[in-house]
Structure formats: structure tokens, C-alpha cells
């Protein structure tokens, strides 16, 4: 009896093992690294649980390993360079101008006092992660009275 299969991953034949009777994959190692890609993709997408504990285990790796992607990309410039063309490809596509690396928002009423964070957009338009907490205070609101309404203002 022929019950080959055609491998999901490679698309050559193959004969299932019979205790797993809904095989897609043959044994190839590349497939099977393919077959446990898909898995995780899957679960990722579909269970809470295992995505917030894939969370966890990547945090916890970054926090034993700080300077990683440091390191790699001072040893890679290829990855380094590819990285940059297709950032700059990703900027130009982008017809808004100012691009936001973290939480950079337009202010819809004018600003109340309060403090709030500040960034340098660099030449390329892009936010960088160097922020400063500032306190501002208003003296006069827009629209507000002509009057001066503190010390320093009369």
C-alpha cells in the first residue's frame, strides 16, 4: 500500500509514521524546524497565555543580555547596512513627515500646566528614546485675559 505524503514544508514525498496518523511534515530537519515555526506562530496568535509567557522568557533573556544586538550588529555590518536601506525605504514611505520610534502624539487643545516629556526629533525626523521630563507652566492661557496675570508679567 502507498501512503506517501507530500511534505508541507519541502513538497517532496514522504511515508508517515504510523502512530501520527495526521503527519504533514516529513523528517527533514529544516521541516521539522519549519513545522515547530508554524506551531509557535499559531499558538502565539491564538492563546493569551502562551503569548504573555513568550513574553516574559524574551524580556527576561534581554535583561540577561543587554548589550546583544549591540554587539551583533558591530559584528554584522551587513545586517547593519541592509537594516539601515530598508529604514530609510520605510521612511520615505511614510507621507506624514515626523516618525514616532516611542508614544510622540499631536495636541489637539493647548497645553495646562503639568509636566511633561520632552524629545529632540533628530535630522531624519525620527524620536529617539533620550527624553527629558519638563515642568511647564502657563502664564497666560490662549485666548485667555490681556491682563498680566502674574509678577513677572507687570
Known amino acids: 500500500m502507498n501512503n506517501?505524503?507530500?511534505?508541507?514544508?519541502?513538497?517532496?514525498?514522504?511515508?508517515?509514521?504510523?502512530?501520527?496518523?495526521?503527519?504533514?511534515?516529513?523528517?527533514?530537519?529544516?521541516?521539522?524546524?519549519e513545522?515547530?515555526?508554524?506551531?509557535?506562530?499559531q499558538h502565539i496568535r491564538a492563546d493569551a497565555d502562551y503569548r504573555e509567557n513568550q513574553h516574559r522568557a524574551q524580556a527576561s533573556w534581554r535583561a540577561r543580555h543587554p548589550d546583544y544586538w549591540r554587539q551583533y550588529r558591530s559584528t554584522h555590518p551587513a545586517?547593519?547596512?541592509?537594516?539601515?536601506?530598508?529604514?530609510?525605504?520605510?521612511?520615505?514611505l511614510r507621507r506624514t513627515g515626523v516618525v514616532a520610534n516611542m508614544d510622540a502624539s499631536h495636541i489637539a487643545r493647548p497645553l495646562t500646566s503639568g509636566y511633561y516629556v520632552l524629545r529632540r526629533a533628530s535630522e531624519v525626523k525620527i524620536a529617539k528614546m533620550n527624553a527629558y521630563i519638563v515642568?511647564?507652566?502657563?502664564l497666560s492661557p490662549p485666548g485667555g485675559p490681556s491682563v498680566p496675570d502674574c509678577k513677572e508679567m507687570m
Open 4 to 33: 506517501a505524503r507530500r511534505c508541507v514544508a519541502c513538497g517532496s514525498l514522504f511515508h508517515p509514521l504510523s502512530h501520527v496518523p495526521n503527519q504533514r511534515f516529513c523528517s527533514a530537519p529544516n521541516c521539522q524546524r
Open 35 to 41: 513545522r515547530r515555526r508554524r506551531w509557535q506562530r
Open 135 to 138: 515642568h511647564i507652566t502657563v
Open 79 to 92: 545586517y547593519r547596512e541592509r537594516n539601515s536601506v530598508l529604514q530609510r525605504k520605510r521612511n520615505a
